[in-house]
């Protein structure tokens, strides 16, 4: 057990010295978080006028967008370490050393959690310079925190299963792309009550995305309302089960054929 939570550290440490090498590698994830936040804030901050937001302000209702974009795209970067390390064979020279197999999936994982950690920061930073109220206080900040590390978990967990099974770094790229999707069939832009289309109110009330924007709304407009939080909750650990599941069976398969 020892020699696992050993190994784990050593690789967690190397990928955060190989991000931290290549710092404008999470440029690009990060604008497109705050892009979220200043043009759908500047643009449609008017419709949070309308009855259903109950008068909540819509910088606290985009927020959790620009939040789990972050998660996406900075927890797709485990996948794409793994990808880079196959390629170039290093993955191939760990498997002969002996080095925990676990800790090789885990390492990039945590190393893309904490970069997922900094960047959710600096985001709300940033919405508190907007004027960014938090009705549930500190504790709703850390919910926060805990919900896009709790996604980004699950979509490191993917993102690590697309890259062990396709070995390539634009398939494996291409493999992410699924929850983008999944990010705009929910209740992205407005409540519920506002989707009419029969079909994208379906998707949305069926798409776990939902689920997690509305704990975090909840936190952030209401304040401590069970309801939401829980399921929210329920739901991210549900899809991080799943897909870590998924990744150390990859894993498992591709140390096999190494």
């Known amino acids: 057990m020892k020699a696992f939570f050993v ?17 404008l590698t999470i440029l690009p994830n990060l604008f497109i978080s705050v892009f979220f936040l200043f043009v759908y804030t500047g643009g449609l901050s008017g419709i949070a006028q309308l009855p259903q937001f109950e008068g909540a302000d819509y910088l606290s209702f985009i927020l ?3 939040i789990v974009s972050a998660a996406i795209g900075g927890a797709g970067g485990a996948g794409q370490e793994l990808v880079r390390d196959l390629e170039s064979g290093y993955f191939a020279r760990l498997l002969q050393t002996p080095v925990t197999r676990l800790a090789i999936v885990l390492g990039p994982i945590i190393a893309g959690m904490l970069q997922l950690l900094v960047q959710t920061s600096l985001i709300l930073g940033l919405a508190f310079l907007l004027g960014l109220q938090v ?15 709790g996604w980004g978990l699950a979509f490191a967990g993917y993102s690590v299963t697309v890259a062990l099974k396709a070995k390539n770094a634009q398939a494996a790229q291409a493999g ?6 999944l990010l ?3 209740t992205t832009f407005v409540p519920l009550e506002l989707i009419e289309a029969g079909w994208l109110r379906t998707a949305a009330v069926i798409n776990p995305t ?3 924007l509305e704990g975090m709304r909840s936190v952030l407009i209401d304040g ?23 990744s150390v069976i ?5 140390f096999s054929r190494e």
């Open 64 to 66: 959790p967008v620009s």
């Open 135 to 149: 009705e549930a206080g500190l504790g709703g900040v850390l919910v926060l925190l805990l919900f896009a590390v």
């Open 250 to 254: 990859s894993a498992r398969r591709a």
């Open 210 to 212: 939902t689920y997690l």
């Open 224 to 246: 401590w309302v069970w309801q939401p939080l829980v399921t929210g909750f329920l739901v991210v650990g549900a899809a991080c089960v799943v897909t870590i599941s998924l």
């Open 7 to 23: 190994h784990t550290y050593v690789l967690t440490k190397r990928s955060i010295v190989v991000l931290l090498r290549n710092p």
């Open 176 to 181: 992410t792309l699924i929850f983008f999707p």
């Open 184 to 186: 705009f069939l929910s």
